[in-house]
């Protein structure tokens, strides 16, 4: 089969839906701004001091929308990519980065600490989203290890073994957070929902570093496993025969989405669909070869993730919804069709 | 070459290969035959580095198979397992691009080799379609171009193992198929191949070995091989053994 888009058509187009989602998500919210401010409030925080704007504007550019937009970026480009290396980790287009446990564990490190501060510890109030977002981190990296080493046998993963420590790991966590939920009085309440659905409300610079840092090693280096990636389709073995080290590679591609999938859950809480349904949409238009899918899943995956922060912002301006279910409610249905779509 | 010196393999405490000794030599095919659970395949896998000896040592070259980085063992050795399970529409010119990976030789002379092994294994015709579109057999000669691209043109001190490559395909393609293997060996590059079928083993083998309960229960050319009693004694078929009339060798007729 010939890739629907050819990517010299796709990757500009996607770099163009991108840049529109940019700007719409710097102007639109509870307080609309005239598109044509936004770009100048923009060249104004970057330094390019043309023309004047409101303050108004350039405040709520600068302090609210940019911090929010580029967290949107980096979250929806980490999950796309990380969800690209899932699939082909476990050669199947239907895998998710939360498989191996990673976005699971984090919401259960941050519902750790949501009724930990409420009932037992005190914290001063600066650090507790830094501690919510650390145990976020944690809870992530600490489940995915456990389910590493469970898929571990004689020397070699077992990654249909770790799909299976997956599922129950993720479904322990689940219990537990549910547990929580069930114990918990109205405002931890609603911070556990917060990180069960997710949002990017309260983005702050301050809290952006750290997932910066992560998205762009993420960014960096998945690609240069393109190659890596490909050969895995054929099967472990095949690509063991290609000269590539094949445990390797499986232990670069956990860790690597462990952490940005960690970091993205603590920046963001826990956004489903986007790292299954991106990489599968992007291969079905420039086909499955790793060194274009993970370069369009990116772009697409930012883009996607902004479109749907808009709407989670602005259906029912002006209170929001977590974003985590604006994405389930797009993704669960385009899910269904592509599943009907692939079987006729 | 690659060599075996007195290899045993264990799976789960039990011998399933024992004491073999075998060296592939330049420019010859080895057909590997024997009944279902002799260890072939055990012994495909101890010869890729698939499974550990427990004993014994695989060499590639002078030195132990393990010990060999893996991108220039893959210039060296390339392995077409029985089936394959990838399930991602890559078009067919792209899974056999894929055997130049080991590769730096630049994307012309890659997609020169791709066309020329995909002619040589009657596939050209398939080069833009998708695998997955593909019949069982399609696929199983998409696969042995990809392991041919991965040597090709083949020359002396590469090694390409083939675990029944012509399991699916018709019988024109099992002969143009092994054809294709027997040129690739004629170019220097040495061969083994594990094969069900005793007469295509016959026609395309310089030498034989037969596998019985995971030891070598005979070895040698197709002549010393193929005689009615080995046969009977690993096998447990009667079977007569006579010349092929105009290639001159062994033809095996089941009784």
Request: aromatic share 4%; hydrophobic share 50%.
């Amino acid at each position: 089969m010939n890739p629907v888009l050819n990517w010299r058509v796709l990757y500009p187009l996607l770099a163009a839906l991108l840049l529109l989602a940019v700007w719409l998500s710097l102007a639109l919210g509870p307080v609309s701004l005239p598109l044509a401010d936004t770009l100048r409030a923009l060249l104004n925080i970057t330094g390019l001091n043309l023309t004047e704007v409101q303050a108004q504007t350039e405040l709520i550019v600068s302090q609210i929308r940019l911090p929010r937009t580029l967290l949107g970026l980096m979250v929806g480009a980490v999950l796309a990519l990380t969800g690209v290396a899932m699939q082909g980790l476990f050669r199947n287009p239907l895998a998710d980065p939360g498989l191996i446990g990673v976005s699971s564990g984090a919401a259960l490190g941050a519902s750790l600490v949501i009724v930990g501060l409420s009932r037992w510890i005190t914290l001063p109030v600066v650090l507790e989203p830094y501690v919510l977002s650390a145990a976020a981190f944690a809870g992530g990296l600490l489940v995915t290890a456990l389910v590493y080493r469970l898929g571990r046998r004689d020397g070699q993963t077992q990654v249909a073994t770790m799909l299976l420590a997956g599922i129950a790991l993720t479904a322990l966590s689940g219990a537990i957070i549910g547990l929580f939920t069930y114990l918990a009085d109205d405002s931890t309440l609603r911070a556990l929902t917060f990180w069960n659905l997710g949002s990017l409300n309260g983005a702050s610079y301050s809290r952006l570093w750290p997932l910066l840092v992560v998205a762009l090693g993420v960014v960096y280096w998945l690609p240069r496993r393109a190659d890596a990636l490909n050969a895995m389709l054929l099967g472990e073995s095949e690509a063991r025969h290609l000269g590539f080290d094949v445990e390797r590679v499986k232990r670069e591609l956990i860790l690597c989405t462990a952490l940005g999938v960690g970091a993205a859950v603590a920046a963001a809480g826990m956004i489903g669909f986007v790292g299954l349904v991106v990489p599968h949409l992007m291969r079905l238009l420039v086909g499955p070869d790793h060194r274009l899918l993970l370069p369009a899943s990116a772009l697409a995956g930012g883009a996607l993730l902004l479109l749907a922060d808009l709407a989670a912002r602005l259906i029912v301006a002006p209170a929001e919804m977590p974003i985590g279910i604006v994405t389930a409610l797009i993704g669960a249905p385009f899910f269904i069709y592509l599943l009907i779509r692939s079987r006729g | 070459m690659l060599q075996a010196q007195q290899v045993s393999v264990a799976r789960g405490g039990r011998c399933v290969l024992g004491d073999v000794n075998l060296a592939l030599q330049p420019g010859q095919v080895l057909g590997v035959l024997g009944p279902n659970g002799a260890g072939k395949s055990s012994l495909l896998g101890v010869l890729n580095g698939e499974l550990a000896a427990s004993s014994g040592q695989v060499l590639l070259d002078t030195q132990p198979l393990a010990s060999w980085q893996g991108r220039r063992r893959a210039q060296r050795l390339a392995v077409l397992p029985q089936s394959s399970s990838l399930s991602f529409a890559f078009s067919v010119e792209q899974v056999v691009r894929m055997g130049r990976m080991p590769h730096d030789t630049g994307m012309a002379m890659d997609e020169d080799i791709v066309n020329e092994v995909l002619r040589a294994v009657d596939a050209g015709h398939l080069a833009g379609r998708s695998y997955l579109q593909l019949s069982g057999g399609e696929r199983q000669r998409v696969h042995l171009a990809r392991v041919l691209a991965q040597l090709w043109p083949g020359a002396d001190g590469q090694v390409l193992l083939l675990d029944e490559p012509t399991s699916m395909l018709d019988p024109l393609h099992q002969l143009s198929v092994l054809d294709a293997v027997r040129r690739f060996a004629d170019h220097g590059a040495s061969v083994l191949i594990i094969l069900h079928d005793l007469n295509l083993a016959a026609r395309y083998c310089d030498q034989l070995l037969l596998l019985g309960d995971g030891s070598v229960q005979a070895c040698g050319t197709p002549e010393q091989v193929l005689q009615p009693a080995h046969l009977h004694r690993v096998f447990g078929i009667e079977v007569l053994v006579q010349r092929h009339p105009e290639r001159g060798h062994p033809l095996i007729i089941a009784r």
